[in-house]
């Protein structure tokens, strides 16, 4: 696993988990706050929801992400926005290059076709848990549910257009390759480590990531991610007026 | 791209509307209906999202519709599907040749981001959207507006992981339709947007028209 630096970026550790292939994640990452995943073994797949934790109407918004910065996947430089135009998270490192916010999640009907049935009763705690249900069950503890699912970001995958619009699935990530988040508002982060449903592996084994949480500086003016568009730099003048 | 042409006689429709540009729309579309939107002067956006007519949480996801057909752009064939894994419609004919559904609905906050602070106060589709439900859907709310289709929009997306607002590949009088599989409700911005080229810098009116099984 790298080592965590010594910049600025890094400060006082906030939470250090290990979560292991199947498992579920949700916290209210402050306001800048790093959160950093690491992909430990490499293959791991992580889907994420993202809202605004004062107010949860406000949540990750795939289209607006996308088009503000013309890219169709996320990397260092990009920004998540949500619906109501503000930053909730920049992505400050990036190991990895690519990660998917556009083929969604797995849910336990397409678990079953994909893998089979991996039953509780059969397999106690190392049942197959399907990306949707652990969405619902993390989205239940904030008192959000169904209405709330939106398209989700999946770190460490890559999934590839090309020019006709077919779709590919590219092996991605790598043994220790990390991709790291600043903040910029308190953001409820909803976590799932299950497999994407184009991974064409037919073995449910889905593997571990760590989730590292530490606090951190606020975006300077010169910021990489609030500077690399005029958009995320507007971006950015919404959100601090917000908190203004 | 290829293109299908529908044998339905518009004279026959059960159901038919012009919604003017900058409009909201929202309707009950019966399985084995269909629904033909017809994009009557060229090159207009028109946002829409379906739901199941009973349990609205079961709504029209992009990101499933795209990831099961393998493809990013819809056409004749697409089958959209629901966030509970149903299949809401198919796409029976087409003469564009492709539709987005990743570059979501213009909305009041993502115009100042994409276009200038100032831009607050242009109309656009969520507000459109917002109003529809509030008065005709209720109780739905901005929970309930996922990701949306854009009919007759052009969003290249490039290997290299880039995407791009292009000029429409739509005309005059082109259209798509759509077969439902189930009782759906078909909500609909005729988009207003200005600030790029998805409606030619001149929203315009869209023809919907229904046909019974």
Redesign the interface.
């Given at each position: 696993m790298p080592t965590e630096g010594t910049n600025e970026a890094d400060g006082r550790l906030v939470v250090s988990e290990t979560l292991g292939g199947g498992r579920m994640w949700s916290r209210i990452v402050r306001r800048n706050e790093r959160l950093r995943l690491t992909d430990i073994e490499g293959g791991a797949a992580v889907a994420a929801l993202f809202f605004n934790a004062k107010d949860p109407?406000e949540r990750y918004?795939?289209?607006?992400t996308?088009?503000?910065q013309?890219?169709?996947?996320l990397?260092a430089g990009n920004v998540l926005?949500s619906?109501?135009?503000?930053v909730l998270f920049s992505v400050v490192r990036d190991e990895v290059g690519?990660h998917d916010t556009?083929?969604?999640?797995l849910?336990a009907?397409?678990s079953v076709k994909k893998f089979g049935v991996g039953s509780y009763q059969a397999l106690r705690n190392e049942f197959f848990r399907n990306t949707r249900d652990n969405f619902l069950i993390e989205l239940g503890k904030h008192g959000l549910?169904?209405?709330?699912?939106?398209?989700?970001v999946n770190f460490f995958v890559k999934v590839?257009?090309?020019?006709?619009?077919?779709?590919s699935f590219v092996p991605n990530g790598g043994a220790g390759k990390a991709i790291e988040l600043r903040a910029e508002m308190d953001v409820l982060t909803v976590l799932s480590v299950t497999p994407h449903?184009?991974d064409p592996a037919t073995r449910y084994a889905p593997k571990s990531v760590t989730v590292v949480v530490r606090s951190g500086a606020a975006a300077p003016g010169d910021d990489p991610c609030r500077c690399s568009c005029p958009?995320n730099q507007?971006?950015f003048?919404?959100t601090e007026a917000y908190f203004a | 791209m290829a293109l299908k042409e529908s044998r339905l006689d518009p004279a026959r429709a059960s159901f038919d509307r012009v919604v003017e540009s900058g409009c909201g729309f929202s309707h009950d579309v019966l399985r084995g209906q269909t629904l033909r939107i017809v994009d009557l002067e060229g090159n207009q956006a028109v946002d829409t999202l379906f739901y199941d007519r009973l349990e609205r949480?079961n709504r029209y996801?992009?990101?499933?519709t795209?990831?099961e057909q393998?493809?990013?752009?819809l056409t004749t064939g697409t089958r959209l599907f629901s966030?509970e894994?149903d299949v809401l419609l198919t796409i029976v004919a087409d003469t564009c040749g492709?539709h987005d559904t990743?570059?979501?609905?213009c909305?009041?906050?993502?115009n100042?981001?994409?276009y200038?602070?100032e831009k607050k106060f242009m109309h656009n589709c969520?507000d459109t959207f917002l109003l529809e439900i509030a008065e005709h859907l209720a109780p739905m709310?901005?929970?309930?507006i996922?990701?949306n289709i854009n009919f007759f929009m052009n969003?290249?997306?490039?290997?290299e992981?880039?995407?791009?607002?292009d000029d429409g590949v739509s005309a005059p009088g082109r259209y798509v339709e759509l077969l439902a599989e189930r009782d759906v409700t078909v909500l609909i911005s005729n988009c207003p947007q200005l600030n790029n080229p998805c409606n030619a810098y001149n929203p315009t009116p869209v023809r919907i028209l229904v046909w019974d099984a």
């Open positions: 109407l918004n795939m289209p607006d996308l088009k503000a013309h890219v169709a996947r990397t926005f619906d109501m135009g503000r690519w556009i083929t969604g999640h849910t009907a397409s549910g169904k209405r709330d699912l939106h398209a989700n590839v257009a090309q020019l006709d619009g077919a779709l449903p184009l958009e507007r971006g003048t919404l | 949480t996801s992009a990101v499933d795209i990831r393998g493809n990013v752009y966030t894994g492709r990743l570059g979501g609905a909305a009041a906050e993502s100042q981001v994409r200038a602070i969520r709310t901005k929970r309930d996922p990701a969003v290249p997306l490039t290997p992981g880039g995407l791009m607002f």
